[in-house]
């Protein structure tokens, strides 16, 4: 069985700050890993995704993430907020042979303030 | 090269009706994934269509139920509807073989009432 667990249902940083998005999974094999974007009424959209390789993956938005498989994290950072990063951030999990079957993490809503 | 499309945006039903979801695989992808995703809540994986056959389920009752065209394309059928039901639904596609990223439409909103 896979989960995953985010830290902090709610995060504020001001514009120009870092931003740190903390995920941790939990899994029986090896995972791939993702990051999802969601603004209001609206679908998901891919940040980023670990499957094999380098641990130290970037994304769009200047966006990135490293794979600690000794922690087993996958925690998404932004050295710099802007405005437009405020939305709804998910951590998703599959595994080798999984067909893409995702599951996802509660959420973290990121608010950026002036 | 089309993305996901998913009708409709938005309906709202009555307790005890069925409702039929429509969703539109993006060109070159052979799996489409459902998931429910309640206000405040992440995405729950409904289940899995794979060569017009489920292929994995999630932990729904069997009152969901699912087609894959030969297209591709897919519908998600919830028969009677319970006030629970309300929720975003969305649609995602994929290449099963690749296991990569899968590709998100803009969901359908339903209201049960």
């Known amino acids: 069985a896979q989960s995953v667990t985010q830290l902090g249902s709610h995060v504020s940083v001001s514009e120009g700050a870092l931003v740190l998005l903390r995920c941790n999974y939990s899994?029986?094999?090896?995972?791939?890993l993702f990051w999802y974007v969601q603004y209001p009424n609206q679908g998901l959209q891919l940040l980023l995704k670990?499957?094999?390789?380098?641990?130290l993956v970037k994304g769009i938005n200047g966006f990135e993430a490293e794979f600690k498989k000794s922690e087993t994290s996958f925690h998404l950072t932004k050295p710099s907020a802007h405005m437009s990063d405020a939305a709804e951030y998910f951590c998703?999990?599959?595994?080798?042979?999984?067909?893409?079957?995702?599951?996802f993490g509660t959420g973290t809503q990121l608010k950026v303030e002036l | 090269e089309t993305g996901v499309t998913q009708s409709p945006t938005h309906l709202i039903k009555t307790r005890g009706q069925q409702v039929t979801l429509r969703c539109s695989s993006q060109?070159?992808?052979?799996?489409v994934s459902w998931y429910q995703q309640a206000l405040g809540q992440g995405p729950q994986f409904i289940f899995q269509?794979?060569?017009?056959?489920?292929?994995g389920r999630g932990n729904f009752p069997p009152r969901f139920s699912g087609l894959q065209f030969p297209n591709y394309s897919s519908e998600l059928n919830v028969n009677a509807l319970e006030l629970d039901d309300s929720a975003l639904y969305l649609c995602?596609?994929?290449?099963?073989?690749?296991?990569?990223?899968?590709?998100f439409g803009q969901g359908t909103r339903l209201t049960v009432v």
């Open positions: 995602a596609s994929s290449v099963y073989s690749l296991n990569t990223e899968a590709f």
């Open positions: 899994s029986s094999v090896p995972p791939y």
């Open positions: 670990y499957t094999t390789g380098a641990t």
């Open positions: 998703a999990v599959s595994f080798t042979g999984g067909g893409n079957k995702l599951t």
């Open positions: 060109s070159g992808h052979n799996t």
């Open positions: 269509y794979y060569r017009e056959e489920e292929n």
